[in-house]
């Protein structure tokens, strides 16, 4: 059956009328289905399903499937839901930096595992911690993995800090118990935000906290943006950075 999800959420309820009660068990953790977690984060689906769902591969000698386990349990793992929360969202953009750095899924499953023990969060690599630690789990993990290969790279601050983008942390703000709480996804700009406590964490501007894919459909059907900051109430540029936004997730 696979799990079902409905990917345009409303910001706000409209009087008289109530969620699904399953989205409403979901409120507060951010619902992306597979197609928009790709738009934001830029990683393919097939890549993003594999991390998340899990894959099966056929062994050569048995000719049977062997099923390989997600790298870590969604917080939708036991929800009706075929999508992602906004914490898988983000750790998601620090695996695609791993695997591009040539870290074996095998090394980030069991970093991913350690840093669980160590940290408790089940999203780890996004923790305020694992920006001081990481370093130090990834060096161990390598040498109990036997892909020593990278080790030299990670044991060295400055190279582990190229793999670990400061970009990969700017704009993220930490809660109380270090993990990710929100994020600014523009690069030096506060317009555009991602909140899972609002919208179900689908990206809106600040100033108004109305989805950016509303503004800038709005903007297309009318041609105007001042028209369309009078019809929603927030600023025009605020409907200038929802524009900028959302076409620059099509580009």
Known sequence: QGRRFASRAIPHRPEGRCFPRELMKLTGIGLYTFHEAARLTGIP????????????????????????APLWESELAEADVDGISFHDLLEARFVRAFRQHGV??????????????????????????????????????????????????????????????PSLYRGIEFGADDAAARWY?????????LDPEIAFGKPIVTDGAIRTSILAEAFQAEGDKQLVARLYEVPVASVEAAVAFEERLVA
């Open 45 to 68: 689906v097939r890549d993003l399903r594999r991390w998340l769902d899990g894959y099966a591969y056929r062994d050569k000698t048995t000719r049977r499937a062997v099923p390989v």
């Open 104 to 165: 074996s899924l095998q090394t980030i499953r069991l970093a991913s595992r350690k840093a669980r023990e160590l940290f408790a969060p089940p999203h780890p690599f996004t923790s305020r911690r694992f920006q001081t630690d990481g370093r130090t789990i990834f060096a161990s993990t390598m040498q109990e993995s036997g892909e020593t290969e990278l080790l030299d790279l990670v044991k060295s601050q400055y190279a582990f800090q190229k793999i670990i983008e």
């Open 185 to 193: 996804p523009t690069l030096r700009s506060k317009a555009v935000l």
